[in-house]
């Protein structure tokens, strides 16, 4: 509830808002000029504690994080920003009074997709918690035109579409053309002597001015409002009438075209970067205004360069960022005339690192010619950090050429960001304690045993006030009935519903909250997907981006090794179950967007086969998205999270699930090590070869797929039924580069890379486990309401206090309105 809103202003607003902004009046309006109308309305009451805000931080000289990413996947704003500034009823029932329903007036919101899955999506947890706890941040990205594609499904085939969410203008935004920064490319160095000292100059260079748009990010119930920037790039001079009188029109809008290539589309995130070019350009671009931008206004205030440290922290979130160590020194040395020792003690005290991932080949690395020619002078720094860095390699160990070929930062014609963001970083964080683990043993082995005090770890974590709040209004409405609404801004509250596990008046209604978010998701998968499913079924739900260590395969083979069951006795005793598949396919990953085609190929046969009888329905939600996804995780009674050991560096989607009380079907890998500890291994189904185990199978490469499927007749008919057209019977050999993945070792990659066979038989012992336990009503709805009252640690707050504590050492803010 908030005490200063008053109704009948807001509903003025919301009348003169559209009035002024479509020429009509309310009842004219269609349905997307009244969520327009209405975001500008709730903007008006946002601005001032924006203000407010802000000026607390000017008042106090407060330390400010930058948090630098590539993707904030921020989805819809509306609702979120209605219920943290605590005005959900007030403005519901303002808009019911103008004949309006507040649920069908979000759902005009585009989602900010501006990330592709994890990684951008915590981002935007991070930032709700930043502000809900009170810290001074800024997250520092780009204004993509087109976010990630709006996928749609064609004949069982993934279809990109692109996603115009700027479409329609964005009522949040405010553009702060006052902030706007040149950033240039390419050209070359020229040395020239001043005052006696030398001095490097960028010349003959191409530039485009990055233009700032910020986003309010608004804190739950406390006056703060703090800022995501998303730069835009705009061409310096627009147009050369010069080239056109002359007739080259090329020439002409050669400038607009660099600035709107820069901005145009988010790169899809699929682990593989090779040399693209543009997408350095992206990375050089919002780091280099960001930090240009940091400085500037540091130096408004203050008279030396030299402690920008200690009021300015930047967080690398993953490689993509790592160039913000260079372009701090760039300027640092050429612009403020620093010493390379002074310049160097500012840059490693204000650069942190995060590390997201254990697959080696998504850590960033970049050719030497690509990189030299793009950005002369950052490279030129480059070369000397990695000088001064090989000297201290060989110091520590001398005569040892092996850990400068591992370490460097320049090798092989390339250059590797996370050694830079390593070596230049005061702390190196991985995501979930078990990636931390595998990162220090590993993958970063010779640069833990260098540097051991810079690692530490930082488990992942969601914002409940999304996930809980405003994605389960029912549930939350219980949980706050039954132990009030401290759990909001502190989740480890919820441990005080353990008192009511045992309960069964409690059980049957958390059960039937749980039973109508799967009449709720029911309806949107008829509507969408025009397939009847029983809510009455389990819905176990698989959601998250479609990558094979991810394993969306297994799930698939083990419906298609079921449906073989049944066919074989159709009067097998099982629960029905509605298996849910949720996720994108980078639009180049071939054999990702081939398992999405053989999932919708399963679907196909088994939704039509009546002599089931429903026992089984397949399900994959077209374009997932943070919008469908809070509709999901409030369904779901299962949570798939079965990638391979030592592969997923956390998962969020697992904490999404956990809260929202669905019992977890995993693998003992990133952050469900986490989770199993919380909830008790007695409430989890896990399986599956242990993360020590695999590493070692890769080392030895001991692991042969063709004995299973000599041994194993049950896997040997599922794989078959891939290339006899038993699911494509118009082309049997569409699915053969899947059955090659897993038994072919003809290929440069390992057969079944990603341990499917090694981990089948387990899986579907697990899965048995779940069909019996759900039989048992009590035992079920005991072990759901124990994953939502354990969930407390997985709060994104928790990890925030955590990097603040041991990283970043921020000071809260208090924000009071005049």
């Known amino acids: ?50 203000i407010a805000t802000h000026k607390e931080y000017e008042k106090k000289d407060v330390k400010t994080l930058y948090y630098l990413s590539m993707e904030f996947l921020m989805g819809r704003a509306l609702g979120n920003n209605i219920i943290n500034i605590m005005a959900k009823d007030e403005i519901r029932e303002a808009l019911d009074e103008l004949g309006f329903d507040l649920n069908l007036i979000e759902d005009q919101e585009p989602d900010a997709a501006l990330g592709n899955g994890g990684l951008g999506r915590l981002a935007a947890c991070f930032l709700d918690s930043l502000a809900t706890l009170g810290y001074p941040a800024y997250g520092c990205g780009i204004r993509y035109r087109y976010g990630m594609f709006k996928q749609k499904i064609e004949n069982g085939y993934q279809i990109e579409v692109p996603d115009e969410w700027l479409k329609e203008g964005n009522p949040f935004e405010v553009r702060r053309s006052e902030y706007a920064t040149e950033v240039k ?11 006696g000292k030398e001095k490097f100059v960028q010349e003959g260079y191409q530039s485009v001015m990055a233009v700032p748009y910020d986003l309010p990010v608004v804190g739950y119930g406390n006056n703060v409002v703090n800022t995501l920037r998303i730069w835009d790039a705009q061409p310096i001079n627009t147009f050369s009438l010069d080239s056109f009188d002359r007739g080259d029109y090329q020439k002409a809008v050669e400038q607009e075209n660099l600035a709107k290539n820069i901005c ?37 205030k203050h008279d030396d360069v030299r402690s920008f440290h200690e009021k300015n922290v930047f967080q690398l979130n993953d490689t993509h960022p790592t160039v913000a160590v260079a372009e701090l020194m760039r300027i640092l040395l050429d612009e403020y005339g620093l010493t390379w020792d002074e310049a160097w003690a500012v840059t490693t005290k204000t650069c942190a690192y995060t590390n997201h991932t254990i697959m080696a080949e998504a850590l960033e690395k970049w050719p030497i010619e690509l990189f030299s020619r793009l950005l002369p002078r950052v490279y030129q720094i480059v070369e000397e950090i990695n000088r001064r860095f090989i000297e201290k390699i060989q110091q520590q160990y001398p005569g040892d050429q092996s850990k400068v070929a ?26 979930a304690r078990l990636h931390t683990e595998i990162l220090k043993n590993q993958e970063l082995k010779d640069f833990y045993q260098m540097m051991p005090e810079k690692f530490n770890n930082k488990t992942n974590g969601i914002t409940q006030r999304r996930f809980l709040l405003h994605g389960n209004p029912l549930l939350a409405d219980w949980v706050t009935g039954k132990i009030g609404d401290e759990w909001i ?20 209604e958390f059960m039937n909250i749980k039973y109508q978010n799967k009449v709720r998701l029911a309806k949107y998968i008829k509507q969408n997907n025009g397939i009847d499913v029983d809510p009455r079924s389990i819905f176990d739900v698989q959601v998250k981006r479609l990558h094979e260590y991810k ?29 849910i598949f949720g996720a994108k396919a980078a639009a180049g990953y071939k054999r990702a967007k081939l398992t999405i085609k053989l999932i919708n190929s399963v679907a196909d046969v088994i939704n039509n086969d009546a002599s089931i009888n429903g026992k089984i329905k397949v399900v994959f939600i077209e374009d997932y998205r943070v919008s469908n996804a809070e509709t999901i995780f409030a369904a ?40 199993v500890e919380e909830v008790g291994q007695e409430n989890a189904f896990i399986f599956g070869t242990s993360s020590d185990e695999i590493i070692e199978l890769e080392h030895n490469r001991s692991y042969d797929p063709m004995q299973i499927f000599n041994s194993d007749q049950d896997i040997r008919r599922v794989l078959m039924q891939l ?58 709805a005991k072990a759901a309401m124990l994953n939502t009252a354990c969930s407390g640690k997985f709060s994104s707050d928790r990890t925030i206090e955590e990097y603040v504590k041991d990283i970043w050492h921020l000071k809260k803010v208090k924000v009071e309105l005049k």
């Not at 070359?188 to 002597?193: A, E, L, N, S």
């Not at 083990?558 to 449906?563: E, G, K, N, R, T």
């Not at 049944?566 to 009067?571: A, I, S, V």
């Not at 019992?663 to 952050?671: C, F, K, N, R, S």
């Open 1 to 50: 509830m908030n005490k200063g809103f008053d109704k009948e202003t807001f509903k003025k607003n919301v009348t003169y808002n559209v009035k002024s902004l479509y020429r009509k009046t309310v009842d004219e309006a269609t349905p997307q000029q009244v969520f327009q109308a209405v975001a500008f309305a709730v903007k008006d009451v946002i601005i001032d504690e924006w």
């Open 185 to 195: 490319f390419g050209g070359y160095v020229k040395t020239v002597w001043e005052n």
């Open 264 to 300: 145009e589309v988010l790169y899809p995130n699929d682990n593989h970067y090779a040399g693209k070019e543009l997408r350095l350009k992206q990375q050089y671009f919002f780091i280099s205004a960001s930090v240009q931008r940091a400085i500037i206004k540091y130096m408004e």
């Open 406 to 431: 591992k370490m460097a930062i320049i090798y092989d014609g390339q250059v590797k960001m996370a050694h830079m963001a390593i070596a230049a970083s005061f702390s190196v964080n991985g995501v």
């Open 489 to 508: 801004t502190d989740l480890s509250a919820l441990s005080k519903l353990k008192l009511y596990v045992e309960d069964e008046k409690c059980q049957h």
């Open 551 to 579: 394993r969306q395969l297994m799930n698939i083979l083990h419906v298609m090794y079921l449906y073989n069951q049944l066919k074989d006795n159709p009067n097998l005793d099982m629960v029905p179950r509605t298996f």
């Open 636 to 675: 779901a009674d299962v949570s798939e999270q079965i990638s391979t050991a030592s592969k997923e560096a956390s998962g969020t989607g697992n904490m999404k699930f956990m809260l929202n009380g669905a019992l977890t079907v995993g693998t003992m890998d990133g952050a469900n090590v986490e989770i």
């Open 723 to 780: 290339i006899n057209g038993y699911y494509s019977p118009q082309d049997p050999e569409l699915f053969r580069d899947i059955y090659n993945s897993l038994l072919n070792t003809q290929s440069s990659d390992r057969a079944d890379t990603y341990f499917i066979l090694k981990d089948f038989r387990m899986y579907a012992e697990a899965q048995k486990r779940v069909d019996e336990s759900y039989r048992d009503e009590k035992w079920w």
